[in-house]
């Protein structure tokens, strides 16, 4: 279709130009006018060129495994003479690349990366890979996967006596946070060796599965579905049974840790002199998810005493909306005070008639005479304030739309405690967080708050601040950093993962936060990110997650370090401390991992070779062609324009001197 398009445009041309083809006796003249009009006519169809052609490269590179693993059976060397006497074809091009940590003359010997080497090969553009390697692979790619992309033959030459038998955990995967009775996946990394079809019964969480590990399968993954009670932090645990005559049975056991979340956050809502925020703060309250609401409002003669220290003393959350505290509900006020101290969080509303006594007042984060004063107190988020996830620009509440408060309660901040927003005007605390005893305490100081619930949004500001508070007072866990590893003790030159775990004040994960990881010096002290070394950036994984892998540490103690940074401004921070044990990660196993020395060659459609047996006479190693392709499309080539704006310049110019224009 193109092809005629572009006749069709030619055959224009020509015509628009017969009246001087007559008079033309120029031959070049006019080809150069025809070229011109056939190279806009492709443009302008887009006509692309398509050149395909295969490549046959003659280099076959063989790469000879020189680790520690091989050099302690001392079979380094004889992977170097195999890989001078491997048989080739004729005017093929032998090259013996050492290998271990990476490819290079002399690679680090501390660890195995097959995928690595295999990847680097492959950039070369072979026609084949033979690799030669006891298989104890060690690195954290897939040599599998590596060989099947390489696109050309991939062999194996196996080295040092079959591996001994052994079955590991190596990993287990489970959600950074889930809810009381929900039912998560939690999926279990097996890998097996030495094994021949047996059937292996692995247990999570009270629930089984087998799997059948034969000769060619060196991993598995399986997946469970766990429900997970009561609410706090968790250990899963995976365990694979333990077979007969294993090498290792310690790692036959994983665990990983999660954060179960209350299902239900019980909140007690207290009003004894009900007035416009009621109705607002009670609807914010039932909008809340995970959230159970029991209001309980006194108009007149006091709260009924027994049931609502019942519910108090049942409560997660305390709401007290504009309270006054009389000596007619004394019981009920105590029953609060206690259950504060014992965990529970309290969010305090002031209001028009709001007033504490002794009971009271030494709940609220603020200190001298708690009185309502009269004035215009525009809320500005403080330097904390801004770190919550309520106040952030285009997730949370726009405080420039919000209408001031016309009244603010005055006193000064407790110590410890810290204000979140403060007047404009005059810098008075109006949303000031604070504790009692093992609780947390949210005083909102201004009024009205109902004002807050009137603006049109899809979630109005009194109901973003609403369910925040209610997560952060219910949250039981007051760790917002916590930094772990998959394991607390490595071997020495063991890939470590580091996991920090953030959330925000109110407890929800923290996500579009800066982690970098530092490596203190080992004296017991927390290095400072970025001294002494270039901060390791963290990846976000979703929910407040962020993870870094950091290659193996030499032998000993160490401090990790992990700092926290929003819009520049540290959040936090979090440390621990490992231990990297003296015994290499590279000597932990050894001898020949045939089956997946064998999965890498039948993933490059090669062949795999035991060092006892390799290839004679009658053997011909295959070799592999390369697709080699170029696309010319006028469209995307700005030299073509130039080009046939010159050649347009160069034909008009020749015309002119003949006079033929």
């Not at 000031?432 to 899809?458: E, I, K």
């Not at 390791?536 to 992990?562: M, Q, T």
């Not at 520049?568 to 290499?584: D, F, K, M, P, Y």
Request: include cysteine; proline fraction near 6%.
């Amino acid at each position: 279709m193109l092809i005629a398009a572009s006749c069709l445009l030619l055959a224009l041309g020509v015509l628009a130009y017969r009246r001087q083809l007559g008079r033309d006796r120029s031959l070049g003249l006019l080809g150069l006018r025809l070229a011109v009009l056939a190279g806009f006519g492709a443009i302008l169809v887009g006509q692309v060129l398509a050149v395909r052609w295969a490549e046959r490269p003659r280099r076959v590179v063989l790469l000879a495994d020189v680790s520690a693993s091989m050099a302690q059976t001392r079979q380094d060397s004889a992977a170097l003479g195999a890989a001078e006497a491997f048989p080739l074809p004729e005017r093929a091009r032998r090259e013996v690349w050492r290998f271990a940590d990476s490819v290079g003359p002399r690679p680090d010997s501390s660890r195995t990366r097959i995928a690595r080497a295999l990847r680097i090969a492959g950039r070369t553009r072979p026609a084949a890979v033979v690799l030669l390697s006891d298989g104890q692979d060690n690195g954290e790619g897939d040599a599998v996967g590596a060989a099947r992309r390489l696109g050309v033959p991939v062999y194996a030459v196996g080295f040092g006596p079959a591996a001994e038998r052994n079955l590991a955990v190596s990993d287990v995967s489970v959600p950074a946070e889930v809810y009381e009775g929900d039912t998560a996946k939690v999926r279990v990394r097996l890998q097996g060796a030495g094994l021949s079809g047996e059937r292996v019964r692995v247990r999570v969480a009270g629930a089984e599965k087998d799997a059948v590990f034969g000769p060619g399968i060196a991993e598995q993954e399986l997946e469970f579905r766990v429900g997970f009670r009561p609410a706090g932090r968790q250990m899963v645990r995976a365990q694979a049974e333990s077979l007969p005559a294993e090498r290792n049975y310690a790692d036959n056991l994983q665990v990983a840790p999660v954060e179960v979340r209350p299902a239900r956050v019980r909140v007690v809502y207290l009003a004894n002199c009900p007035g416009a925020n009621t109705r607002f703060l009670l609807r914010a309250l039932a909008g809340v998810p995970r959230a159970e609401v029991v209001p309980v409002v006194a108009k007149v003669g006091g709260f009924p005493a027994d049931r609502v220290v019942a519910e108090v003393r049942r409560a997660d959350v305390l709401v007290l909306d504009g309270v006054r505290e009389t000596g007619q509900d004394a019981s009920v006020w105590s029953a609060v005070a206690e259950r504060v101290r014992q965990g529970a969080g309290l969010a305090l509303a002031a209001g028009s008639e709001f007033s504490v006594g002794r009971t009271l007042s030494a709940l609220v984060p603020v200190e001298g005479e708690v009185k309502m004063q009269a004035g215009t107190f525009t809320p500005a988020a403080t330097g904390e304030g801004a770190l919550l996830p309520w106040f952030q620009a285009g997730v949370g509440i726009d405080l420039g739309v919000v209408p001031p408060f016309t009244a603010a309660v005055g006193g000064t901040l407790r110590p410890g405690a810290r204000a979140w927003l403060s007047a404009m005007e005059d810098g008075a605390p109006l949303l000031v967080a604070g504790r009692a005893g093992r609780g947390r305490v949210v005083f909102v100081a201004g009024d009205p708050l109902w004002r807050w619930g009137f603006l049109p949004t899809t979630d109005s500001p009194l109901e973003v601040l609403v369910a925040g508070l209610v997560r952060f007072l219910g949250e039981s866990d007051t760790v917002r950093f916590r930094l772990e590893t998959d394991r607390p003790a490595y071997r020495a030159g063991e890939r470590i993962r580091l996991r920090l775990k953030a959330r925000a004040a109110d407890g929800a994960g923290w996500d579009g936060l800066d982690v970098f990881a530092s490596i203190g010096p080992g004296t017991g002290r927390v290095g400072r990110v970025g001294a002494g070394g270039v901060a390791i950036p963290f990846r976000g994984v979703g929910a407040g997650v962020y993870e870094v892998e950091l290659d193996g540490l030499n032998p000993g103690s160490h401090e990790l370090a992990a700092a926290a940074r929003y819009r520049g401004t540290e959040a936090g921070r979090a440390a621990l401390r490992i231990e990297v044990a003296e015994q290499s990660v590279e000597l932990a196993a050894l001898g020949m991992n045939r089956p997946l020395l064998e999965a890498v060659a039948r993933a490059g459609g090669g062949g795999f070779f035991p060092q006892d047996s390799l290839p004679v006479g009658g053997f011909e190693l295959r070799l592999g062609t390369h697709q080699r392709s170029i696309l010319l499309d006028p469209r995307r080539m700005p030299l073509i324009y130039a080009g046939l704006a010159v050649l347009a310049g160069v034909e008009l110019v020749l015309r002119r001197r003949k006079g033929l224009l």
